[in-house]
């Protein structure tokens, strides 16, 4: 077991920093991933937000998309925010016809599923396993989970309005997914989730 | 069980979509077929306009948001966000532009401004804006008015980066003096940079902008936009640089590569061979004072 864990962020465009910043708050260590070697170093990866299309695209041509199935195969913890949740699905609606995913989430997640910028939106959610006091997150062009397959536990679901009940946190074994952003707000405690699960993994 | 009172249009939810964009290139594109290239080629976000800064110098008159129309169908041909241009100071564009659902706007100087006194007031709205400068004051004051995003302003729709370059040394080196000064020569520091005081102290404890800054106005090349973010940018908007180009597919991707390994000069050299012709160029120097765009919004 480490004490200090080596997380990598997949570091091809979006909230990099913040994931790093997070990440070491909560005693991980933290290094940039954007080569097959780098992705070998981890022992964790997080996939920051950012706009997905575009990260499938540069994961495509980076050659980084078949290294990063294989170390999701392979058992590699990975925690996904936003994008990297779209990143992390098995099924993905409502994307382009060529967007690829990493996998190893067995979920269908959809894409932009609250509207545009003008509704994206904060809110309080409760999480399992946080206790009584309220998580702030922070949801921009957000996607959602329509449906899971056995074996994905739910963390969280969104009660608003013709929205009620979306599943918007996910774990699956080594596996975790967030529809919002903890990066954005300074509770780490989603980052801490993610670290006690790779060190209890390694 | 949590209070779900979802709040729209806050300043972290306008931010953080900045912060998405990171590390990416955003494109001018004046339809969906060009929107789709820019897509197809990695771009984070495309700007939709009715021409590019190359054209509204080179034809002249009066430049103005787009069509509706237009928007809409670049809109409907991509999955990236998509902005829009306003004029300076024409909230009624920008209130249009709201309305149709863009994901930013760009309170932006390319325009011909519609008010030489006062900016669009967009904490009013619940789209997020960007804004040009070319100095920290400026970006400041952009920000005290409800900006989200802050880009050099460089000199749009020439092919020249010298603006760009200059611009964002310039607000780099004005943050840097901030970061060593005492706390009471802030005062003064906040009077000189016409700024809020608690915005410049903010700034002088981060060590940077408290929102996204990326470059504009010039880049032409993948050698510009890596220069550029060595210089500090978050990312590239590329406006004429792309379509008025050779060969705006190979172009686009170049420039997207390089952006992304804008330290890893192995790529961007790979990544600049057989471009073919860049955008025609105009030298800033040679553009007379009352056409330059870096001098609108105060």
Redesign the interface.
């Known amino acids: 077991m480490t004490a200090s864990p080596l997380i990598g962020v997949l570091?091809?465009?979006?909230?990099?920093?913040?994931h790093e910043l997070a990440l070491t708050a909560v005693g991980a260590r933290t290094a940039r991933v954007?080569t097959e070697a780098e992705l070998a170093q981890v022992d964790g990866l997080v996939i920051p937000?950012?706009?997905s299309?575009?990260m499938s695209?540069?994961a495509i041509?980076?050659n980084l998309i078949d290294p990063l199935r294989a170390a999701s195969k392979a058992g590699l913890p990975m925690y996904g925010s936003?994008?990297g949740m779209i990143m992390l699905a098995a099924h993905v609606t409502d994307?382009?016809p060529d967007q690829q995913t990493i996998g190893g989430l067995d979920v269908t997640v959809r894409?932009?599923a609250f509207?545009?910028?003008?509704?994206?939106?904060?809110?309080?959610?409760?999480i399992s396993g946080f206790g009584p006091e309220?998580?702030r997150a922070?949801?921009?062009?957000a996607p959602l989970v329509e449906s899971v397959d056995s074996g994905v536990e739910v963390l969280s679901t969104?009660?608003?309005?013709g929205a009620a009940g979306t599943i918007v946190a996910v774990r699956q074994g080594v596996r975790l997914a967030t529809s919002f952003?903890p990066e954005?707000?300074g509770d780490t405690r989603i980052h801490e989730l993610f670290v006690e699960i790779v060190r209890q993994h390694s | 069980?949590?209070?779900?009172?979802?709040?729209?249009?806050?300043s972290?939810?306008k931010r953080?979509?900045a912060?998405?964009?990171?590390?990416?290139v955003i494109m001018d594109v004046v339809n969906a077929e060009q929107a789709k290239i820019a897509?197809?080629a990695?771009?984070?976000?495309v700007m939709a306009l009715e021409r590019v800064p190359a054209d509204i110098r080179a034809q002249g008159g009066v430049a103005r948001m787009s069509d509706p129309d237009m928007i809409d169908e670049i809109i409907n041909s991509v999955?990236?966000?998509v902005m829009a241009k306003a004029r300076i100071g024409h909230f009624a564009e920008a209130q249009i532009l709201?309305s149709l659902?863009?994901?930013?706007i760009d309170e932006s100087e390319v325009l011909t401004p519609a008010d030489y006194a006062n900016h669009i007031d967009k904490s009013l709205f619940?789209?997020?804006f960007v804004c040009g400068a070319t100095n920290l004051g400026e970006a400041l004051r952009r920000l005290t008015e409800g900006a989200a995003m802050i880009r050099s302003k460089g000199e749009a729709g020439t092919g020249d980066v010298s603006n760009a370059v200059t611009h964002m040394r310039r607000i780099r080196g004005d943050i840097a003096r901030l970061t060593s000064m005492s706390p009471d020569e802030l005062y003064v520091a906040a009077k000189e940079l016409q700024a809020s005081f608690d915005l410049v102290a903010e700034v002088a404890r981060l060590g940077r902008l408290p929102v996204v800054l990326f470059t504009a106005g010039g880049i032409a090349t993948p050698a510009d936009a890596a220069m550029m973010m060595q210089l500090g940018a978050d990312g590239v908007f590329v406006g004429s640089g792309i379509f008025k180009s050779g060969d705006p597919v190979r172009r686009a991707?170049a420039i997207?590569?390089a952006t992304?390994n804008f330290d890893n000069p192995d790529v961007v050299a790979k990544v600049s061979r057989g471009l073919g012709d860049a955008m025609v160029g105009i030298n800033v120097a040679d553009i007379p004072v009352a056409h330059r765009l870096e001098d609108r919004g105060w």
Request: charged share 25%; proline share 3%.
């Open positions: 570091a091809l465009q979006g909230d990099i920093k913040e954007r937000g950012g706009e299309t575009t695209n540069l041509r980076m936003c994008a994307a382009r894409r932009n509207g545009r910028q003008v509704d994206s939106f904060e809110i309080d959610l409760d309220p998580f922070v949801f921009i062009r969104l009660q608003r309005g952003h954005l707000t | 069980m949590a209070d779900q009172e979802a709040v729209t249009g806050t972290r939810v953080g979509m912060d998405m964009l990171k590390g990416g897509e197809d990695g771009a984070v976000a999955s990236v966000p709201q659902g863009v994901d930013y619940t789209v997020p991707q997207v590569q992304l």
